[in-house]
């Protein structure tokens, strides 16, 4: 493992930390905070999404990242903080906007749209359509061909992800995975620059989570930036080219996969999360033995994955 | 028990201008609640500021018809506004309480003592359908066939009624099969999801409740033609019916809310014709005349409970979409 660990990254200006200059970052984010009564879900100082990569943000449960996806797509209001997407910037910008910009999320809980059908979920994702507007859609002509255009991507996207047999059903009749592929189908229907998923994995079959990671891959060959969050350390590292590591609030650490695997600071914030102990007062022996415990979990399951 | 009489006033109230009335309300409805998932319990709100605004309109300022109607939908749209700029954004639960208490809060500023001047207190107004009887087409004669025997002026008002629930259920229906109804239908199941996708979810409900509410205003107006305005008529009893009518045909169903008024008349005349066509039979000697007409509303909620548990979805509504947990 340590022979691959490098010390820069071609993604990065300098030596890699925590909140590293990327050569070409498309989302910047600074002084990042949400506080929920007394407890600091998020507390980021700065921290950059490199462009035409994915990154994996991972860290153990309740590490603030739901939340701090929910404040970078103006689902949530920080306490303070800006950050800029594509150079402009997004604090205080609405949801839907931050959306019609070309960042377009997920969610951690599923949301399809049940009394929808499979297709009308699609549609719904595809942007500038003339026959939303109030007084147009009442005119059929006005809005027809750019319908058929989408009505196009929409049956291809369909086929991709496997849904096209569901296409007429409605969607609260698919099965978990199913919706997970649905909502992340549906949001590469707005044709978006960022892509940020929440637990795309999470309750999908371990068949189906192939061919997910295939999609992913897909993103990022197509031009995409994908930004996910993710528990599952093999696919993170089986995927991304950049990770970062949050852990109570904070970034702890970032990198290349391999590196940040094995980098102290992560095994401790994972340990931290589901161990009472202080690791500071441990002696050095119980210390190593966490360790090979958190690097044993960190590990992708050598033996029985291969 | 006279039978020809009972369906003959059962089948009178299919056309009603009450009907039409309550049909159109049950459209407004039906975008508020079916399509866009808002909870509007004031309904009969919007169909007292619709009723006073047309007769105020042409009592007060003499304004013709057309430019009354024109004042009946402004005041609805201002209302829609009043009601949504706040709560709109907030869980739909607030909506719902709002919308009941301003529907209140309008029968009681409007029965006001120093109000009487303008909206004629608990009286009511009365005398602001002449302009609206003036422009009879169909002259004085009586004519039809069967129950359904009226003279031009009765024909007037029930063929502007339902000329106009004819307009609404158009407008409902080329919408909702729109993107735009697409995007509606899509709040209501979920507003995040659909605001992750790049939709003014505020501005598309804020649209549908003025929509709904214009439906309900226009309502209001064909309500007083036939009769005068009354506040009492607008108490919650009357957003409860329309209600009722809307779940009986199925919330989001382009003829449903037509046919669920037509129903909710059509058994309540029956019924009334019944009881009292029993009493005076002397078979229910115990029930006054006031009684026969409350027994059948206990009737009409007693309805809507089996409805509610047999066919939960509406006469028109899709059982399948009922048998998610969504
Ligand atoms: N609306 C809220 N009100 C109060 N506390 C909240 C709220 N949302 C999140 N939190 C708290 O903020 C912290 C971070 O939560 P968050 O959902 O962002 O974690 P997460 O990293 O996504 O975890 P997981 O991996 O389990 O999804 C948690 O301690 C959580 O309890
Ligand atoms: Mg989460």
């Known amino acids: 493992m340590s022979d691959t660990q490098l010390a820069s990254s071609p993604l990065v200006t300098g030596e890699i930390r925590a909140g590293v200059p990327k050569v070409d970052p498309i989302l910047v984010a600074d002084g990042v905070t949400r506080q929920f009564g007394g407890l600091t879900a998020v507390d980021v100082e700065h921290v950059e999404i490199p462009r035409g990569a994915i990154t994996a943000l991972i860290g153990p449960n309740g590490a603030g990242k739901t939340t701090f996806f929910n404040l970078l797509t103006g689902f949530d209001k920080p306490n303070t903080g800006t950050w800029t997407f594509e150079g402009s910037n997004l604090a205080g910008v609405p949801a839907f906007r931050v959306a019609r910009k070309g960042m377009v999320r997920t969610f951690q809980l599923t949301k399809s749209l049940g009394r929808l059908t499979v297709l009308e979920n699609m549609l719904l994702g595809a942007k500038e359509q003339p026959g939303e507007s109030m007084l147009r859609a009442l005119v059929p002509a006005l809005w027809r061909s750019r319908e058929s255009q989408i009505r196009e991507r929409a049956e291809e996207l369909l086929v991709r992800f496997k849904l096209d047999a569901k296409r007429d059903d409605y969607a609260a009749s698919l099965s978990g995975g199913q919706r997970k592929l649905l909502e992340m189908a549906r949001a590469l229907m707005s044709e978006p620059t960022l892509v940020m998923l929440d637990e795309p994995m999470a309750g999908v079959n371990p068949a189906l989570t192939q061919s997910l990671l295939g999609h992913i891959l897909d993103l990022k060959e197509q031009g995409m930036t994908v930004l996910f969050v993710e528990h599952d350390m093999h696919m993170v590292r089986h995927i991304s080219d950049w990770v970062i590591v949050m852990a109570e609030g904070r970034i702890v650490a970032e990198g290349p996969p391999d590196r940040v695997m094995s980098d102290q600071a992560v095994i401790d914030a994972y340990l931290g999360a589901h161990h009472d102990t202080d690791l500071g007062s441990l002696t050095e022996a119980d210390r190593a033995a966490l360790r090979a415990e958190a690097e044993a979990e960190l590990e992708p399951g050598t033996e029985e994955k291969r | ?326």
């Open chain 2, 1 to 326: 028990m006279d039978w020809g009489s009972i369906i003959g006033n059962a089948a009178g109230e299919l056309i009603s201008p009450t009907t039409a009335a309550y049909a159109l309300a049950a459209i407004g409805l039906s975008v508020h609640f079916g399509y866009a998932g808002l909870l509007n319990f004031g309904q009969a709100g919007f169909m007292a500021v619709g009723a006073y605004a047309f007769a105020i309109t042409t009592l007060e300022l003499g304004w013709p018809v057309w430019l009354a109607i024109l004042a009946a939908i402004v005041a609805s749209v201002v209302f829609a506004f009043v009601l949504g700029v706040p709560t709109l954004r907030l869980r739909a639960d607030y909506l719902a309480i709002v919308t009941i208490a301003a529907a209140e809060i309008v029968r009681f500023v409007v029965s006001t003592v120093n109000l009487t001047a303008i909206t004629g207190g608990s009286q009511g107004l009365s005398g602001f359908a002449r302009g609206f009887d003036a422009l009879n087409p169909f002259g004085d004669a009586r004519f039809g066939f069967g129950p359904w025997t009226y003279s031009g002026e009765q024909w007037w008002v029930r063929v502007f009624g339902w000329g106009l629930v004819l307009l609404a259920t158009v407008i409902v229906f080329l919408l909702m099969r729109s993107p735009w109804g697409r995007v509606v239908k899509g709040i209501r199941e979920d507003e995040d999801a659909v605001r992750s996708l790049g939709k003014n979810v505020y501005s598309y409900k804020m649209q549908a409740l003025v929509l709904g509410g214009v439906f309900g205003s226009l309502a209001g107006v064909v309500f007083i033609l036939p009769r005068a305005v009354q506040p009492g008529n607008y108490g919650t009893a009357l957003t409860f019916f329309i209600w009722t009518a809307l779940l009986l045909g199925g919330a989001a169903t382009v003829f449903g809310p037509i046919v669920g008024a037509m129903i909710f008349w059509a058994v309540l005349s029956l019924t009334n014709g019944v009881i009292v066509g029993l009493r005076d039979a002397g078979v229910l000697p115990f029930i006054s005349t006031t009684q026969a007409g409350q027994i059948r509303f206990i009737l009409v909620g007693l309805a809507l409970m089996l409805l509610v548990v047999f066919r939960p979805q509406g006469i028109f509504g899709n059982k399948k979409e009922l048998s998610f947990n969504v």
